[in-house]
Each structure stands twice: as C-alpha cells, then as structure tokens.
C-alpha cells in the first residue's frame, strides 16, 4: 500500500500539449545544437570535432603514422560520441574525400570511396591520420584557448568549441538538416576568406559589397564553371539565403576529318558521375538529346566525359546547353548560412556577420592563449629566481638540505624562498649545479622576462592584439594560398546568359534542298539545290506554281489567300521519288485557300504583304513564323478579297505597284505603315464599283530608288533610270506602264 501510494504522489496533472510541446523542444534544441547545425566559430559539427579531438589524442598528427579507421571509431564512440559506429565512420570517411570536402580534414589510407559514389571499404580495412588543416583547427587546444566540458559518461572531458585558426566553416562549407530549420553552406577558397579577414580587421566597417570582391564566390573541390550574375551572389551573401548556378567544364576536342568531340573534365559538386551519366543514357533513350550520338566515361583518377555528337554539323553549345538544361551538368547549390553563433543560438547570417564571428573567436582565443602562457612564464620565473638565490648561496643551501631535519621550511626562512621555491630547490638534480646550469638559468630568465612584458603590453592594447591575429590569419592564408597545389582555385567564373530553348532546327542536320509546291498543292523537297525544268515531273493535269532553294534547316513560310501565315521546317517536308505529299496533310489549310507565296524565313526580316484590293503593310517577318499547324492571321480581308501579294519590305527604299488596269505606281516605303496585324492602308487606287471593273493589284516590288526600276522579262533585265512619271504617293491611281512592261503585269522579282 506503502509503494502504491508513494507512485500515486509523483502523478503530475499537466496538459497533454505542455508536455508534448516540451518533450519535442528538448528533442529540437538537442538535434539542433548537438547534431545538425555547426558552429560559427570552427564550423564543425560535434560529432566531427570529437572525431578530431579523438585522433588528436591518439596522436595521429599529420607527421605520425597511420592508425586503423577502427581505432579512432572505437575511441570515439567509446569516450566522446555514444552514437552508432556507421554513422561515425561515414562522418570520418567524408572528411578524407578530397572531391566532397575542399580541404580535408582527415588524410585516408586505402579505398575511401569516389566520385562515381562507391563506398569507401569496411573501417578495419582503412587507416587515417589528421592534416595540417585539421593541426590548424587544433592549435592552441592545450593552452586554455577554450572550454572544455564532461563527456557523456563524466570520465574524460572534451573541447566546446575549436581554437580554429582555420577559416573552416566557409572554407569547407556545411550542410545539415535540423528539426525546422537547415544549413547548407558552399565550400569557399581559405586564401580569399583570409583576404576578407584581414580587410575587416583594417576596415571594422566595410559593407558585404566590399568583402565580395574579396570572395566572389564558392570555390568547389571538383571545380565546375559559377556562371550566377554577379548581383545574385552578392544579394545572397548579403542575406545570407540565395543559390549558385554551377555548371560542368568542357571543351571541344577536333578530330580528323571535320569531327569533333567533346570532353566534360570537372562535373558539379555532389554530383555522382556514375548516376549523371545514366540519366544522360535515358535521356538518349527517351530521344531527348538528338543532338547526342553517345556518351562514354574515359576517366581515371581525373574526370573524363567524352561526347559525341550525332554529327559535325551539331553546333556544340546549343548541345552543352540541352545538356545543361536536361541533365545535373548543371546544378543550382542553394546557401542558407544557419549556424549557431557564439552563444549557441542559430541564426542566419551574412557573409560579414560569419567573418566577424570568426575574427571575434580568434580574439578570446588569443587573449586566453596569451594569459595562459603569461601565468605559465610567471611561474617558471618564480622557480628562476629561487634557483639563482640557490647558486648564488650555493654552499647554505646545501649545508642546510644535509643537516636541516625540515630543508624546506630552513631554506623558506634563511632566504625568503617561496613555497613553490624551496619545492623546486629540492628537487633540483646534482647535475644542474654547474656554472654553466646558472649562465643558462639567467640567459633563460631574462627571455622569459622579455616574453613576459611583451605579453603584458600586448593584453593591454587591442591594437595589438588585432594586428597580431592580422599576421596569424597571413600566415595562414600564405600556408594554404593560392599558389600551393592544395590553395588553388577551382571554380572559376563564367557567364551562361539567359536561358535559352534549344531551336528545332539544331535537331537537324543541315542539307540543301529544292522545294517544289505544284498547282493543286502538292509538295516534295528535292536534294540539293537544283534548277525545275521540264524534266521535273508532276501528276497528269497538275504543274509547277512555286519553287524554293533552302536548307533542311530552314523555315519555310507559306502565305495563303486567306491572310495566313503558315510554317514548316524543311526537314519536314517529305522527300524522295514520287509527286510528294498534299500540303494540306502537314497544314490546316481551308479548302477555299491558296498559297500564294513561299519563302525561307529570315530572322529580323521584313516583308510587304498586300490584299487584291491593293490594302497592305508592313510585317516583320519573326512576328508571322507560326507554332502550329493552323498557321497566324496578319492580314484581315474584306468579303471578295483575297492575299495576294507578299515581297520583302527590307530591300529598298521605294515601292513599285501595278495594278491589273496596267497602271504603275512608284513611291516612298516610307509611306506604308509597319503593323504585326491588319487589313492595312491602301496601296493603290483602282476605278471599283465593287465588281472589280478595273481590276485588283497585280504586283508589287520594293527596290533602291538610286537603282532604277526593273523588272525581268524572257529578254533578260530591263531597267527605267527615269521614273518622275510614274513617282506619287501612295493610294494615289498611278499612269500606264512603261512600253515592254510584261504581259502579265509581273516584275519578275519574287524574292
């Protein structure tokens, strides 16, 4: 009853919400602070810093040998990191991969995985010791230049916090998943950090702007091309959230006979070649890139991609760029600067607030590091003076030490000796007797003695102590600059311009071809460029109505009596022997309607297109390539009217028009409006009454005034220099032809 009573009294009546709601933020602030997010101070981890501290005291300096993976797992797991030793050795695996860490922390002994992605081999095969850059995270570490704390059982104690005079959080970078919030943090060059650093130091008050042209951005250790704008990276370390386009390294390698390929030498950070090249290999599969015949990997310890693409006629950039577009070429790597600052509380910063948390912890450092050391010489100093009292009464001290039944409280009293003094006296050995003993004790004394001083007035002037961490973070920069194998930069800088769709005519390969449009709309491409002639063949009642050289390339615009423009790519016109194909098949070309034009597109073109009414305007021609096969409405008709003319607009500067009552006109290009869709501005005047007595418009032609008119006949070209008769304005009825103008009213110039 006794018990039953006593459990029933540590019942507490709380809210279920309280005590979820304090249970999850006990586990939140544990996976936070003790598991997720680093610390601004040295950028790690705890469970990366116990690795080190655990290496550091198995001795396992860069200068040592080797010691089993296993070991140091055993260690830390043992006395630091109560936490599975799979996850422990994954943590110490990725600190040795030089293509996942910029500057590793852990130097491996055996297979320790790749960039393909294999895993690293089982921890008892492999061996590690540390690296200069982890020595330098460490330095300091016994010198009171830090607390420490219990482990976990209360038998061994542990670093907080690193010296680090390492710029190791920005230099490796981080990334990590905590309960609602994260971090990932691109790996930068310690050379350009250590600029940074010791701008800040001179200029306390510089802006971010300032010290991004110091760092101007990631530098990754599988290198890869930044090509981010310039005002996003500065927006993103201003605020310390943002992300970085980074894009693989290529270059394009000649063959013989006017072959080329291309070879991908870096590839984007955390990419795994082995995965990228088998989403390439389904693209392929899924005809996604037809622009790529294959993809095979040549590398060895370097990274070699080579591609080959489906022919030499492939323009390579617009390849990388599908490429780019299509596969993890290229990756966006977001920045998101959650750290936890001095005081353990996370928090996103910008690029100034990291540097100047760091600058802020290599102070308390030093200052510490500096008292430790002064209390240190203080104390060897007392023992000094106790030790040069002693030689210089030599012969009493000894007397004393042989007859005194309590040496030191005699020696305290005949000399004035401190406690730790006599202590010292004592246990003096006979050797240390010589003459040559006290010249060193004095010569050592007054070294000592300088160093104290030094000490003293360098904890009295903060200006002291910023310019002696200016020549700490020198040194450190220089160490690892950018003119040693490890300090080098590897991402450099580069610009992709806007992203761009690849155009349909980079899928094909580039041919001459002649198309051919027969009377009763049927359409075939013949191979190269060749003249029609009586030769060419058409179906019994049809014949030639419009013939095109192009390249398969090419877009080919087709203008039809209803005011439409329509669009195909030469390659789709259908080819080989035979009369072809109806072109209705590959347009949604109305029964009643016609084609009346047929031209290859010209990018930034202009063209002159008319009604039979003689009502036109200028277009430009990028505005009538149409996306379907329905084609585009540009010119809007009245019932009776029809499309009847187009001619580019960008071959002159005056305008010719004939009229079907064999009336010519000539006027400035000027006059005619340019619109993207309409019925117009009349062109020409004609004596209607609605049933066409005087006719419609027969022909235009824009040419150079400067020139002359011409117009081709069977005879050859035929040119009028004069033309004050036949000069007016537009929508003006024009005078009769020049004698030996065509019977059929045409120029003679569809192009």
């Not at 027969?698 to 400067?706: H, L, T």
């Amino acid at each position: 009853m006794t018990s039953k009573a006593t459990a029933v009294q540590d019942v507490r009546d709380v809210p279920l919400s309280d005590a979820l709601g304090d249970r999850y933020l006990a586990y939140a602030l544990s996976t936070i602070v003790s598991r997720s997010l680093p610390d601004v101070r040295d950028g790690l981890k705890p469970v990366h810093r116990r690795l080190l501290y655990a290496m550091r005291m198995l001795k396992l300096d860069p200068a040592s040998g080797f010691k089993k993976c296993a070991r140091v797992v055993g260690d830390v797991i043992g006395k630091y990191h109560p936490h599975g030793d799979t996850a422990v050795y994954e943590a110490l695996v990725r600190l040795a991969q030089d293509f996942a860490v910029r500057y590793p922390l852990i130097e491996g002994q055996g297979n320790f995985g790749n960039i393909d992605g294999d895993n690293a081999a089982a921890m008892r095969y492999t061996e590690s010791r540390l690296t200069e850059v982890a020595q330098a995270l460490m330095d300091g570490l016994d010198e009171d230049s830090v607390d420490f704390r219990k482990t976990y059982d209360g038998e061994d104690e542990e670093p907080i916090v690193l010296p680090s005079a390492f710029p190791n959080l920005l230099a490796n970078g981080a990334s990590g998943i905590a309960v609602g919030m994260a971090t990932n943090i691109p790996p930068h060059n310690a050379a350009e950090l250590c600029r940074a650093l010791r701008h800040l130091i001179t200029q306390p008050d510089a802006t971010v702007a300032e010290l991004v042209e110091l760092v101007p951005g990631p530098d990754f250790p599988t290198g890869g091309v930044l090509v981010e704008d310039p005002a996003s990276i500065r927006d993103a370390y201003e605020t310390g959230r943002g992300g970085f386009r980074l894009r693989a390294r290529w270059a394009k390698e000649t063959l013989s006979h006017g072959l080329y390929q291309i070879v991908i030498t870096e590839i984007p950070y955390q990419v795994q070649k082995s995965k990228l090249i088998e989403r390439i290999a389904e693209l392929m599969a899924q005809k996604k890139l037809p622009l790529l015949a294959d993809i095979r990997d040549e590398s060895t310890e370097d990274v070699r991609l080579v591609i080959e693409p489906r022919n030499r006629t492939v323009d390579a950039e617009l390849l990388m760029e599908q490429l780019f577009r299509l596969s993890e070429l290229e990756i966006r790597f977001s920045l998101n600067m959650n750290v936890l600052d001095g005081n353990g509380v996370p928090a996103v910063l910008n690029l100034k607030q990291v540097l100047r948390h760091f600058l802020d912890h290599r102070h308390v450092v030093l200052e510490r590091r500096s008292r430790h050391r002064l209390a240190k010489i203080k104390h060897r100093l007392e023992i000094l003076d106790g030790f040069l009292i002693c030689f210089l009464n030599l012969d009493e001290v000894i007397r004393i030490i042989r007859e005194e039944d309590e040496p030191k409280v005699e020696l305290m009293k005949a000399f004035g000796l401190t406690d730790v003094q006599a202590e010292a006296i004592l246990n003096m050995r006979l050797r240390s007797l010589r003459r040559l003993e006290e010249m060193a004790l004095r010569k050592e004394h007054e070294g000592l003695s300088a160093e104290g001083r030094d000490l003293e007035a360098l904890l009295a002037d903060p200006a002291l102590r910023w310019a002696r961490l200016d020549a700490e973070i020198a040194e450190i920069g220089a160490k690892f600059g950018e003119d040693t194998a490890l300090g080098k930069r590897r991402t450099s800088f580069g610009t992709a311009g806007e992203r761009v769709e690849v155009p349909v005519e980079a899928f094909i390969e580039k041919e001459p071809i002649t198309v051919v449009l027969s009377q009763k709309g049927w359409i075939r491409a013949l191979k190269g460029h060749t003249e029609i002639n009586g030769e060419t063949k058409f179906k019994d009642g049809d014949d030639l109505a419009l013939t095109l050289q192009a390249q398969t390339t090419d877009k080919i615009l087709f203008f039809a009596t209803n005011g439409r423009f329509y669009t195909l790519v030469g390659d789709k016109i259908p080819r080989g022997r035979g009369f072809g194909e109806p072109l209705r098949l590959h347009l949604d070309l109305p029964n009643d309607a016609e084609i009346v034009a047929m031209r290859v597109h010209r990018a930034g073109g202009k063209l002159l297109i008319a009604s039979s009414a003689a009502y036109g305007f200028v277009v430009a021609e990028d505005g009538v390539v149409a996306q379907t096969r329905s084609g585009k409405q540009i010119l809007n008709l009245n019932d009776g009217e029809t499309a009847a003319i187009c001619r580019p607009a960008d071959c002159g500067d005056t305008v010719a028009s004939v009229g079907q009552n064999r009336r010519l006109l000539v006027y400035p290009l000027a006059e005619i409006p340019e619109m993207t869709r309409g019925r117009g501005v009349i062109l020409q005047k004609f004596k209607n009454d609605g049933l066409f007595k005087d006719g419609g418009l027969a022909d235009i032609r824009v040419f150079e005034a400067s020139a002359g008119l011409q117009w081709r006949t069977e005879a050859g070209v035929r040119t009028v220099p004069e033309m004050m008769q036949w000069q007016g304005k537009r929508a003006q009825v024009g005078k009769p032809v020049p004698t030996g103008f065509p019977r059929n009213l045409r120029f003679g110039f569809e192009g």
